[in-house]
């Protein structure tokens, strides 16, 4: 089993940046594809990104591309997510999740989540 917990997420401003953190053990980890998911509120979860087990992979939703950059270190089991240029769209609950599948990328083990608040 995988523990995720991630760590990052606050309250910025239109056009602001943040950068998420989700720091995992098990040891399963390095061998996993990893991702990111949101929740907004009234809203169903959705997938946001993915990075392949080496970071040499990665997968984007449209509405974050070129805004959003996914990265791993696997020396630190680490999965970051850092966004820029965020728009009061991107609040939600942004959760770190281990794939079971790539495409489309679904996740099998969660964190809790992280909130992230967009102010107009």
């Known amino acids: 089993q995988v523990q995720l917990v991630e760590s990052g997420g ?17 040891r399963t980890y390095s061998a996993s594809s990893m991702g990111w998911f949101r929740q907004a509120p ?17 997968l984007y939703a449209d509405s974050v591309k070129g805004r959003f950059t996914i990265s791993r270190d696997n020396s ?15 609040t939600a609950v942004y959760y770190c999740a281990v794939l079971k599948t790539w495409l489309p990328a679904q996740g099998l083990y969660w964190g809790k989540g992280t909130l992230v608040t967009v102010s107009s």
């Open 10 to 26: 606050g309250l910025v401003q239109t056009g602001g940046s943040l950068r998420l953190s989700c720091a995992a053990s098990g």
């Open 42 to 58: 009234g809203k169903e979860r959705e997938f946001v990104s993915a990075i392949n087990w080496s970071g040499g992979a990665t």
């Open 76 to 90: 630190n089991d680490t999965v970051n997510l850092q966004m820029n240029s965020l728009q009061p769209e991107d």
